[in-house]
């Protein structure tokens, strides 16, 4: 079985952890992770706290296993969620989209272990040196917001920054991205456009049906402009963003223009208007299962190509 110093931290069976994946990683979805061995973790989102809450409840409800909350810091809700993750007591908090900084204090004092997300050395250092639980190194092949570096360039790099252990993230759906992963440095992984795909998540069919056909080239990404790149699926909402962007769009207008999508094909699989969320390794989802089975399968896959290395060294 492989172990790491995730697994003895998080309380968890498998180094694996779920992303927090705006208006998708809700309690049904972080339970049934957790429930598998892994770290399920709710998204706030753009959510007000009473969401989060109520989320928090039903995935309680659903299992006695640790769980977790992913802030996106650049919600206008994140004061308020950051203060109901302390009063709810939850194990784990990962930050996106920002600098958690003024918060890590407060939940360290709680009790909770401190996960942010980071696409560079410079913000490495800095969660390491505000005492940070671990790092999650997420590559520009993931879905949702993205940094520059690809998953293969930043881990090392992040690995050699800090004395935290690191999560891999970007680009990883099955047992050859995670045994890869730890031979990057990594000690755990995280995975959010795999388990679009598990029984127990909520998106519209559509959306479903999007990701177990995708292709290589089926992703892109757009709003380097506004300063937060997002990588989604190729739909008529992003190809029509994409020429808003550079096509002299005022600033306001073009954030305007993403107000909402996401939960459009989220709650309604809007194909015009909704933006699907998506990292490049969608092509490699084809097929719905259980969360518990997808993660059981990836540490049956990885396990045999870990113990295998040994073969090229003579």
């Known amino acids: 079985m492989i172990k790491s110093a995730i697994c003895e931290m998080l309380g968890i069976k498998y180094p694996i952890l779920q992303g927090g994946m705006a208006w998708i990683a809700d309690g049904k979805l972080a339970a049934a992770v957790s429930n598998g061995g892994g770290l399920g973790i709710i998204a706030a989102g753009n959510a007000p706290g009473e969401y989060v809450k109520e989320q928090i409840k039903i995935a309680r409800e659903l299992t006695d296993k640790p769980i977790g909350v992913n ?17 709810e007591k939850v194990e784990v908090v990962t930050t996106g989209a920002g600098n958690p900084s003024k918060y890590i204090k407060e939940w360290l004092n709680a009790g909770i272990k401190v996960i942010p997300v980071v696409a560079s050395v410079a913000m490495a250092k800095l969660m390491t040196r505000l005492g940070a639980s671990a790092l999650i190194a997420e590559g520009g092949e993931s879905g949702g917001h993205v940094g520059e570096l690809t998953t293969m360039v930043l881990i090392p790099q992040i690995c050699d920054a800090t004395t935290l252990p690191v999560i891999a993230a ?22 959010g456009t795999r388990f679009l795909s598990a029984y127990e998540c909520t998106i519209h069919p559509t959306y479903k049906e999007k990701i177990l056909k995708a292709t290589d080239l089926c992703t892109m990404v757009t709003g380097k402009r506004l300063g937060h790149p997002v990588r989604s ?34 709650k309604e699989g809007d194909n015009e208007k909704g933006c699907f969320l998506a990292g490049q390794i969608a092509s490699v989802v084809n097929k719905e299962q259980p969360a518990a089975e997808i993660i059981k399968e990836i540490m049956d896959q990885a396990e045999p190509i870990l113990k295998s290395a040994s073969e090229w060294v003579k």
Do not use: C
Request: overall charge negative; charged content about 20%.
């Open 233 to 266: 699926l190729r739909t008529p909402f992003a190809r029509e963003y994409s020429k808003a962007e550079y096509g002299g769009m005022p600033d306001e207008e073009l954030e305007n223009l993403a107000t909402g999508a996401l939960r459009l094909a989220v």
């Open 71 to 87: 802030i996106m810091l650049l919600s206008p809700h994140a004061d308020d969620v950051a203060k109901i993750v302390s009063e």
């Open 170 to 191: 970007g680009g990883i759906a099955d047992g050859r991205g995670f045994a890869a992963s730890y031979m990057l440095g990594a000690q755990g992984v995280q995975m």
